[in-house]
């Protein structure tokens, strides 16, 4: 690859790089202070069931046995909404340990309960970092240090820099644009596909987050 093709895709990088920072602050504006979102933090407890239940004292659980819709085992998290008026019965919510939510068997009928699941919009630019391993095709391994800008759906699309790491230093470093998607929904693991420019081929490896 000669020199001063390596020189325009560098800058073709540096480009992206600046658009993309430009485009991220102007979309995402200025951040809630910490200060008011702590006004808005609703305090949690823990409740730690007894071993044995001594008698002839008080079950301190937020939510009485009777009222739950399911097993106590299965309870992750209770939220009970205190009523401002008197007389008015308390609203009870419970979680279990899957994410679904009930309400309690002793919620007034008239009481409304929505459940929304919030998810981000099918397309949103980005600035993430990730390093990982790519193999190449014929099998060449290198280590990469990749930056995803745009998302579309769950696929995640940016450039990748990768080189050999050698006893003697960076070896045929490179340059690459690739996609990318989270193999589990609980972690930064991403598998990542590729095309690398600098050498003419494709490759595929995996990306973690940071």
């Known amino acids: 690859m000669k020199i001063k093709t390596a020189v325009k895709i560098m800058v073709v990088i540096l480009v992206l790089s600046v658009l993309g920072s430009i485009a991220l602050q102007k979309r995402c504006g200025k951040p809630l202070q910490e200060v008011a979102k702590n006004d808005y933090l609703v305090k949690s407890d823990t409740y730690r069931p007894p071993i044995v239940k001594i008698p002839f004292t008080k079950d301190k659980a937020p939510v009485k046995k009777k009222y739950l819709p399911i097993s106590k085992k299965d309870v992750k998290t209770t939220i009970v909404v205190k009523s401002p008026t008197p007389g008015k019965k308390d609203i009870t919510i419970i979680i279990d340990k899957k994410g679904k939510v009930y309400k309690s068997t002793d919620t007034p009928r ?101």
Request: hydrophobic letters at 45%; zero cysteines; proline letters at 4%.
């Open 110 to 210: 008239d009481a409304k309960i929505e459940v929304t699941h919030w998810k981000p919009a099918l397309f949103g630019l980005q600035s993430k970092w990730g390093i990982g391993v790519a193999m190449g095709i014929p099998p060449d391994l290198s280590f990469v240090l990749s930056w995803d800008a745009i998302r579309i759906w769950e696929l995640h699309f940016g450039l990748d820099v990768g080189a050999k790491l050698t006893e003697y230093g960076i070896e045929d470093a490179w340059i690459g644009t690739s996609v990318k998607y989270k193999i589990l929904k609980n972690n930064n693991l991403f598998m990542l596909a590729g095309y690398n420019w600098t050498q003419g081929v494709p490759y595929v490896g995996i990306s973690m987050r940071f």
